[in-house]
């Protein structure tokens, strides 16, 4: 079975400065991951995703991640954070072989960027 | 291109009462995708429709969970007789095909409240 922790509830940080989530996932078969943001009322928008090859992977809004395959991990940084960017933040992975399109689920970040 | 739309946008219920909630994917979207978010809790898999058919619904809480995807279009998720616990946000998501590293494109989620 597969199940993802992210380590932080809430993030306070102050606008412009840098943010890390962190994400660790568990599985014993080859998963893609992902990370979604979701704006107030608004659905789930993808920010990135790793599926192989080079372990830190670009996304929108100027965010990236960085795969680690030691220590299962899939942490998310911006290195100047923005008020908008104020959200909840989901980690996600899936497996890579079988016939489901089944996500699962950190249990979300909410970022909070102070002025 | 018109995103994921979810109806309603909310609904409040009595314990015992039926609900149908509505998804209309993408257009051209074969993969459509039933989450839940219980309050404080991780958002989770209910099922996979691929056109009309249940590719995997190992999600569904118990036999009071209705989804049917009929023509392969919209679709809707009745919750017979509700309890309690039901409450939450129910995402819907859709996307193109069912290869596992792509994008799915989520709605608003409706949001259920049992009282």
């Known amino acids: 079975a597969q199940s993802v922790t992210q380590l932080d509830s809430q993030v306070p940080v102050f606008e412009e400065a840098p943010v890390e989530l962190r994400c660790n996932y568990s599985?014993?078969?080859?998963?893609?991951l992902f990370w979604y943001v979701q704006y107030p009322n608004q659905g789930l928008q993808l920010l990135l995703k790793?599926?192989?090859?080079?372990?830190l992977v670009k996304g929108i809004n100027g965010f990236e991640a960085e795969f680690n395959k030691s220590q299962t991990s899939f942490h998310l940084r911006k290195p100047s954070v923005h008020i908008s960017d104020t959200a909840e933040y989901f980690c996600?992975?899936?497996?890579?072989?079988?016939?489901?399109?089944?996500?699962?689920f950190g249990q979300g970040t909410t970022l909070q960027v102070k002025p | 291109e018109a995103g994921v739309t979810q109806f309603p946008s909310h609904s409040v219920i009595e314990k015992g009462q039926t609900v149908t909630l509505r998804c209309d994917p993408i257009?051209?979207?074969?993969?459509l995708y039933w989450y839940r978010r219980v309050m404080g809790k991780e958002i989770k898999f209910l099922l996979h429709?691929?056109?009309?058919?249940?590719?995997?619904e190992s999600g569904m809480p118990n036999n009071r969970f209705l989804a049917e995807r009929t023509g392969g279009t919209y679709s809707t998720l009745k919750v017979q007789p509700a309890e309690l616990e039901d409450s939450g946000v129910y995402f819907c998501?859709?996307?193109?095909?069912?290869?596992?590293?792509?994008?799915?494109?989520f709605g608003p989620g409706t949001r259920l409240t049992v009282l």
């Open positions: 790793y599926l192989s090859g080079s372990t």
């Open positions: 429709f691929v056109k009309e058919s249940k590719q995997d």
């Open positions: 998501a859709s996307s193109r095909d069912g290869r596992r590293h792509n994008e799915q494109f």
């Open positions: 257009s051209g979207h074969d993969n």
């Open positions: 599985s014993s078969v080859s998963v893609y």
């Open positions: 996600a992975v899936i497996k890579v072989s079988g016939n489901t399109g089944k996500l699962i």
